[in-house]
C-alpha cells in the first residue's frame, strides 16, 4: 500500500516520479502492486537484478531515490539464484543478513553510484499513527499493563533487528517476530495462548523514516481476530496506518482495542 500511497500524493503535488517496481519468479509474479501504473511511469526490474536497477536509474537520470513497499525477507533465501552478480557480490559483502544491514547497505551501494536517498515522510505524514484510542473500545488495565510492557520489549528488539513486533498475553512475551513477519507471529502465539494477547508494534530507538518503518492496516486486525487477539498497541508517531478508515471499521467489528502510544 505505502508505494500507491506515495506515488497518488506525490502525483498530486505535481511533482515527476518515475517508479521502479519489483517483479519476481521470471516475471511470473509482480512483487510491486501493478496498479501503481495509474500514478507515474513504471519501469519493472526482476528480483535480485541490481546492475539492471542501476543502470535503469541513470538512463532515466533519477537523482532522489525512495525506498518504499515490501520484499519478503525470506526471499532473499529461497530465491538467492535470481540474483545477478552484483547482488551477490554485495550479500556476500555483508557482515549479517538482518533487514537493517540489509537497507543500509543497498542505500550506501545506491549512494556510491551517486543517488540521494530522500525521506518519503513528508508525503505520508497524514498515514502516521497519533498517541491515544485509533479504534475499539478503550482499553482496561490490565491490557494497558500488557501493552507499556509489550512496547519496550518490541523496542529493544527492534533495536536487535531481530522484528518490530512482540506478542504478550498477562505480562508473559508469547511470541517474537522473526523472518517470518508480523502476521504470522500473530498467528503462531494464538497457537501458543490462546485468545487474549495483546500484540505490539514499534520502531527503532533512533528509526532512520528513510526505510523500514513500522506499518500497520487491515491485514493485521484480520490476522489478529482469527486467533482472538484482544489489543493492537503501536508507537504513535512512527508507526503508519494504511487504509485507515476500513482499519477503524474492522477494530469496532472485531472489537480490537488499537492504541497509539508515545516511547520515551
Given at each position: ?13 505535481g511533482?515527476?516520479l ?8 521470471f516475471?511470473l509474479?509482480?512483487i510491486?502492486?501493478k496498479?501503481?501504473?495509474k500514478?507515474?511511469?513504471?519501469r ?5 537484478k541490481?546492475?539492471?536497477l542501476i ?12 525506498m ?28 549479517d ?10 542505500i ?21 499513527v497519533?498517541?491515544?484510542l ?6 482496561d ?5 500488557d ?11 527492534a ?7 512482540v ?12 523472518i ?13 495462548a490462546?485468545?487474549?494477547?495483546v ?8 528509526q ?17 481476530k ?39
Open positions: 500500500q505505502l508505494p500507491l500511497i506515495f506515488a497518488k500524493s506525490v502525483k498530486e503535488s511533482k515527476d518515475t517508479v521502479f517496481g519489483i517483479k519476481t519468479f516475471g509474479k509482480s510491486t502492486d496498479r501503481i501504473e500514478y507515474a511511469p513504471v519493472w526490474i526482476p528480483f535480485g541490481a546492475q539492471l543502470d535503469s536509474m541513470k538512463e532515466e537520470e533519477i537523482k532522489d531515490v525512495v518504499l513497499g515490501k520484499i519478503e525477507h525470506i526471499l532473499l533465501i529461497t530465491a538467492f539464484f535470481q540474483l545477478d552478480s552484483r547482488a551477490r557480490e554485495f550479500f556476500s559483502s555483508l557482515k543478513k538482518r533487514a537493517k544491514t540489509i537497507l543500509e547497505g543497498v550506501k551501494e545506491l549512494e556510491k553510484e551517486g543517488f540521494n536517498f530522500i525521506d518519503p515522510s513528508p508525503y505520508l505524514s497524514s498515514l502516521l497519533n498517541e491515544g485509533i479504534g475499539g473500545l478503550r482499553p488495565e490490565r491490557m494497558l499493563k501493552a507499556e510492557f509489550g512496547l519496550k520489549v518490541a523496542k529493544e528488539i533495536d536487535l533487528d531481530i522484528g518490530q513486533t506478542v504478550v498475553k498477562d505480562g508473559n512475551i508469547i511470541a517474537v517476530e522473526g517470518e513477519g508480523t502476521d504470522r507471529c500473530i498467528k503462531r502465539a494464538g497457537k501458543l490462546g485468545k487474549g494477547t500484540v505490539c508494534k514499534a520502531a527503532r530507538k533512533n532512520d523514516m528513510r526505510y523500514d518503518v513500522p506499518v500497520i492496516g487491515p491485514n493485521t486486525l484480520k490476522s489478529m482469527k486467533v482472538g487477539a484482544k489489543m493492537l498497541a503501536v508507537e504513535a508517531g512512527k508507526t503508519y496506518l494504511v487504509e485507515k478508515e476500513r482499519f477503524k471499521e474492522l477494530a469496532d467489528r472485531y472489537g480490537i482495542v488499537v492504541q497509539g502510544f508515545s516511547i520515551s
